[in-house]
């Protein structure tokens, strides 16, 4: 559902009106989406969808969907505070995650841009000329397909207009040297082809203070960002489209700041002070794609889409795991990623008067290859040895450390892989009576894998004597194939209670193919499972009360059968904890809402709110302590969470005014999950919850061509940390924490021509 009230209303989309006083309603408009693979209001979709439109995109001053998971209720992006990073986050959808540390699986949650399948390292695209996103709740195999287990987030750029050439560059200029600059161009050739390009650069310093040696500082943002379309529409039946966008990314390792009395010399984060010494870190990704698309009327009544695309990349991902400047403790892992998918679907769509048709197919190939690498130094493994003696921690390095000073250790994992996956769908809604619709879809995927992994011995001396790895391992090169397929299906009756309002109820099922794990081969004889989940979901929507609320309420129970869930464990052959995807067993029951509230012509409120309860059968595992744990069942309440917004348009004598509020909470229950280590307590923020307050004011002149704004974020200076963490955390005490960012403001300007 389109919330327009994350700002300045319906009439900024209007930019060029003659008159800017037509703007001044925040009345609520009508948003069409595809996520039925068909142009449809999103209020008579009968899907939990929730939409975020080119102007609430702007309004918040989001660049990326980490920016925007507040407003979609039961939408989380990656690692709660942490964070994911640019190249291994991942969406989390009514709280099903995905392991993102591994080729081998799958998320759980797909992404699409401009209608094509992205890779798990491509999906944080930046939003630079973006039309709109769609977040599609629960299963959304029947017409999705691959991966779309949980849900679905779908990218829909701008296309080119044919109509009039138009344009806008715009600038955000903030605290911590915020500089980001966006340009578009929309420009028709001729009367039926047309080309818009659409530029972006953004820059930022880092928002913790770096006193450690090395650089870039974590945190640091550095990315591109370019887009050209080229739309020709070659007779009234027949349009193809071409697209090209390159994406440069080159950032700050992640922000990670030591908690350790004993290695760290700024031991509390709301200092917001971190000391790292990785060498070479950073966070760089290198990618490009193309994308052709046709769509031809074959008749009055039946149409066809057809597309095709290749998208190649490279990631490089080095990050401080000690986060301390302490050479006796160091740890970096860095994660490398070389791949390209090549996707083609073919879709029909058939307009009868009794019913709506849609069928299709879809094939891709995808190629991978992936290193993952740890390198720590001597004086690391001296500090695992007093652990495992349980002396205590220093004592070895202060006797001997001196003397290996300097040496470091690196393993390597690589893996290869060779994905082929094909589907074919269909989809029927019926028209029972003018009120009553019944949808029924069916869709057969097959996925095909096959993988390698490569651990080679290292050079170091204890390594060459024991003849295996502290951490890597493999019998030399090892491959494993196999392959999944399973049908889907969805059955939905649709009611249309008022002319402005329905409900609905639906049974779906989802589907992830099993895998491989690419820290683990163990998993070339033993796959992961697939991942089956099915949804049982009411929902209401809809306009009331003289279109004065428009709300989308869901209540929904999700079963997921073997999910593939990622840990940190150390087995018994294992020097230390490192990730691990293990299958669990899920039961998800909740409730997802949002209102708007149109108080007056100039006034609007909003809120967003979720809740779930969860329960998870987890197989028996080795925990990061090493600890054998007992297949077990842990039964979790998610944490409260909503958003309160506001946006209030005064009548002013010159041009137009716009103010916008929003109040992010988060409850935080950290303290209460199996994770938690009794002297986290001690950890200034552990505990705390996320308390944000956010405002804009904007004012834009009559003509509409001019917009300046100014804004700020976390106006309350909340200061919640993550729960403690790192892969060295347990055996070397060097435990780390994210912080959020602290209270940041700019100015925004615009030229709308």
Do not use: C
């Not at 979709?45 to 660049?63: C, I, M, R, W």
């Not at 057809?306 to 990631?315: D, H, K, P, Q, V």
């Not at 009576?433 to 019944?438: A, F, G, S």
């Not at 008022?498 to 796959?527: H, I, Q, V």
Request: proline share 4%.
């Amino acid at each position: 559902m389109s919330r327009s009230r994350m700002a300045y209303a319906v009439g900024l989309a209007v930019l060029g009106a003659p008159s800017a006083y037509a703007a001044k309603n925040l009345a609520l408009e009508e948003v069409v989406v595809t996520a039925q693979k068909r142009e449809q209001s999103a209020m008579t979709v009968p899907v939990t969808v929730d939409t975020f439109t080119n102007q609430d995109l702007e309004n918040s001053g989001a660049l990326t969907m980490e920016d925007i998971q507040a407003y979609i209720p039961g939408l989380k992006v990656g690692d709660g505070v942490r964070g994911g990073g640019t190249t291994q986050s991942s969406f989390i959808i009514r709280g099903i995650d995905s392991s993102n540390i591994s080729t081998g699986g799958d998320p759980s949650v797909a992404t699409f841009l401009d209608g094509v399948y992205l890779p798990r390292a491509a999906i944080t695209v930046p939003f630079s000329d973006m039309e709109r996103v769609e977040v599609l709740k629960g299963p959304q195999g029947t017409l999705f397909g691959r991966n779309a287990a949980a849900g679905v987030v779908s990218f829909i750029p701008n296309a080119p207009n044919l109509d009039e050439t138009e344009g806008f560059i715009t600038a955000k200029l903030g605290s911590y040297d915020l500089f980001r600059v966006e340009g578009m161009g929309n420009f028709p050739l001729t009367d039926s082809l047309a080309l818009r390009v659409n530029l972006l650069h953004n820059q930022r310093g880092a928002v913790t203070e770096n006193l450690g040696p090395a650089s870039p500082d974590p945190g640091e943002q550095d990315n591109q960002f370019a887009r050209l379309a080229l739309l020709w529409e070659a007779s009234d039946r027949l349009r193809m489209q071409f697209s090209y966008d390159i994406d440069q990314v080159d950032n700050g390792p992640q922000a990670r700041m030591s908690i350790s009395e004993e290695f760290a010399t700024y031991p509390d984060p709301s200092e917001r002070k971190l000391e790292t010494d990785a060498i070479d870190g950073g966070e760089t990704r290198d990618m490009q794609g193309f994308t052709g698309k046709l769509w031809y009327d074959i008749n009055d009544i039946t149409s066809m889409t057809l597309i095709g695309s290749y998208r190649a990349f490279e990631t490089y991902n080095l990050q401080d795991e000690d986060a301390t400047a302490d050479e006796s403790v160091y740890v970096d892992t860095n994660n490398i990623e070389d791949s390209d998918i090549a996707y083609f679907e073919a879709q029909f769509n058939v307009a009868l008067d009794w019913a709506d048709i849609v069928f299709g197919a879809n094939y891709s190939i995808e190629d991978t290859y992936q290193q993952t690498a740890l390198r720590f130094s001597y004086g690391t493994v001296l500090e695992l040895a007093s652990s495992v003696a349980s002396l205590p921690p220093g004592l070895i390095n202060s006797l001997i450390g001196g003397v290996v000073a300097g040496n470091y250790v690196t393993e390597t994992m690589t893996n290869e892989g060779e994905f082929e996956s094909y589907g074919l769908y269909t989809d029927f809604d019926f028209i029972v009576t003018d009120r009553l619709n019944i949808i029924a879809g069916l869709r057969y995927s097959n996925d095909d894998k096959t993988f390698s992994w490569d651990a080679p011995l290292s050079d170091f001396v204890v390594s060459q004597l024991i003849g295996e790895n502290f951490f890597f391992n493999s019998d030399g090169y090892e491959v494993g194939s196999q392959s999944w397929d399973k049908i889907t299906g969805r059955v939905v009756a649709n009611y249309q209670v008022s002319d402005g309002a329905m409900a609905f109820a639906s049974y779906s099922s989802g589907y992830k193919s099993g895998g491989y794990d690419s820290l683990n081969t163990g998993t070339r004889e033993a796959p992961l499972s697939p991942e089956v989940v099915s949804n049982i979901e009411l929902g209401v929507k809809g306009d009331f009360f003289d279109t004065k609320v428009r709300t989308q309420v869901a209540l929904f129970q999700m079963i997921i059968d073997d999910r593939q869930e990622a840990i940190e464990s150390r087995g018994p052959d294992d020097n230390g904890a490192v990730p691990t995807v293990i299958n669990t067993d899920e039961d998800i029951q909740g409730v997802e809402l949002t209102v708007d509230w149109l108080a007056t012509e100039s006034l609007r409120f909003g809120l967003i709110y979720t809740f779930r309860e969860q329960e998870s059968s987890r197989e028996a595992y080795y925990n990061a302590q090493g600890d054998y744990i007992v297949a077990d069942q842990l039964n979790v309440t998610s944490p409260q969470e909503y958003t309160l917004t506001a946006d209030w348009s005064p009548q002013i004598n010159y041009g137009l005014l716009f103010f916008h509020f929003d109040y992010i909470y988060e409850e935080n229950t950290e303290p209460e999950n199996e994770d938690h280590q009794e002297f986290f307590n001690e950890v200034n923020g552990y505990g705390d919850d996320t308390s944000l307050l956010n405002a804009r004011v904007a004012w834009v002149t009559p003509s509409g061509a001019y917009e300046m704004a100014v804004w700020g974020k976390n106006l309350l200076n909340n200061d919640r940390v993550s729960q403690p963490g790192g892969l060295t955390g347990t055996d070397v005490g060097t435990y780390h924490v994210g912080i959020v960012d602290p209270l940041t403001y700019g100015v925004d300007f615009k030229l709308v021509f």
